[in-house]
């Protein structure tokens, strides 16, 4: 009995389960196939609803995805921004931070070196006097227009490092409308978050030599029929520097006081503006200074390098035609000082 039992058993197992086993087993896998085939059509078309509704709809929000904000202190959060350029994408340095700075400096004041400094930094990109044009300084609306373009990562100068940008700015003049209309820059820098670095100079005698020279040459044009400002090699500089100017001694006093009274007006109307203040003599003289423009512009530190040389060298007795009348003017003046002090770079 239990032996039939056993058999019976058996004889199912071996008689129906090879039998059934084919068909049933076609129909399982079909069903599942079916089964298989409707979730994955049904998702596919949920993914192609989902794309045409970004594509007509909500396609600003995805790609606007913000950046992941770095670890930083509340503080620092005005002056931290991730720029969307529309000429360009930033690519793999999209979500980097980037810093806005305006350099605010005087004609002849070394700014000109200290740009190319900060422009062989690889992610500082400093774009020139823009403001120079006067178009772009007409009202405020053109300087708003101008720098917006500007800290959008979206002006195309030689200076421009595209994607990896981490500060961006600008070189701009006192006299290039930033007095004129200060109050609306003053807002404009602390609505968005742009750093002044303050570049002066503390020789204005050595200044004013600079400016003759640089005004004389815009004329007699030294160097092959070509004015330049700017020189890199000794040679070039040398043959700019053979011009000695006649500095009128009876204006002088009120020339030097009316620089200084300027450079002090700045400092007050901006001094709300997150600032730094650098002067000429110093950066020639200590290149910690570099490194402490670094630090606040917040870029990895560097060697920074300009491959401009100076003109005017040297003591000053060799480079005015009268002198001896410029010495008079000074001597026992709070001035004096600027009769002595040389530096080099
Ligand atoms: C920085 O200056 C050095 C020396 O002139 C040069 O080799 C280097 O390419 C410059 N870097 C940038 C980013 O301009
Ligand atoms: C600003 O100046 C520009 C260019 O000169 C001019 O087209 C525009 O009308 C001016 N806007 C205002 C508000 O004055
Ligand atoms: C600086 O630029 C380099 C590429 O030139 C990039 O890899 C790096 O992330 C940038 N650094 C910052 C702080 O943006
Ligand atoms: C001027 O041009 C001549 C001939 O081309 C050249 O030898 C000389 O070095 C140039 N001088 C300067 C200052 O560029
Ligand atoms: C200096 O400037 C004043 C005012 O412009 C002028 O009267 C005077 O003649 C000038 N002196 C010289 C030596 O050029
Ligand atoms: C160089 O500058 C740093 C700060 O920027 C200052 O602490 C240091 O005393 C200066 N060194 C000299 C020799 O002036």
């Known amino acids: 009995m239990a032996d039939d039992l056993c058999s019976f058993t058996k004889d199912i197992f071996l008689v129906k389960v090879p039998k059934k086993s084919p068909l049933v087993l076609r129909m399982i896998v079909v069903m599942f196939a079916m089964v298989c085939g409707v979730y994955i059509c049904s998702i596919c078309l949920k993914q192609i609803s989902i794309r045409t509704k970004v594509g007509f709809v909500s396609f600003p929000e995805v790609i606007q995805k913000p950046c992941q904000k770095p670890d930083i202190e509340p503080g620092e959060v005005p002056?931290?921004?991730?720029?969307?350029?529309?000429?360009?994408?930033?690519?793999?340095?999209a979500c980097n931070p980037v810093r806005y700075f305006a350099i605010l400096s005087m004609q002849r004041s070394g700014s000109g070196w200290f740009e190319t400094l900060l422009n062989n930094h690889t992610n500082i990109s400093s774009n020139g006097e823009i403001f120079s044009v006067k178009v772009r300084r007409s009202n405020m609306s053109t300087i708003a227009e101008t720098l917006d373009r500007l800290y959008n990562l979206d002006w195309?100068?030689?200076?421009?490092?595209?994607?990896?940008?981490?500060?961006?700015?600008?070189?701009?003049?006192?006299?290039?409308?930033?007095?004129?209309?200060?109050?609306?820059i003053v807002e404009y820098f602390n609505t968005r978050g742009v750093a002044a670095i303050f570049l002066f100079r503390r020789n204005l005698l050595r200044r004013l030599i600079s400016v003759l020279a640089n005004s004389y040459d815009r004329e007699a044009k030294l160097l092959n029929g070509t004015h330049k400002s700017h020189v890199h090699s000794h040679h070039e500089a040398e043959i700019l520097a053979k011009y000695k100017p006649t500095i009128n001694a009876t204006l002088l006093i009120a020339n030097l006081r009316q620089v200084e009274e300027t450079t002090a007006k700045a400092l007050e109307y901006f001094k709300s503006t997150r600032h730094i203040i650098l002067y000429y003599e110093d950066v020639v003289k200590n290149r910690t200074k570099l490194i402490d423009l670094q630090d606040f512009l917040k870029v990895p530190q560097r060697d920074l390098k300009s491959r401009q040389v100076k003109i005017h060298k040297g003591s000053l007795s060799n480079q005015i035609e009268n002198w001896g009348d410029v010495q008079k003017a000074l001597k026992g003046t709070q001035y004096e000082s600027f009769l002595h002090a040389d530096i080099r770079r």
């Open 79 to 93: 002056y931290v921004h991730f720029p969307k350029p529309t000429t360009y994408s930033r690519a793999e340095c």
């Open 156 to 184: 195309l100068s030689s200076a421009s490092k595209n994607e990896c940008t981490a500060a961006v700015g600008l070189k701009w003049m006192l006299n290039q409308g930033l007095m004129q209309n200060h109050e609306q």
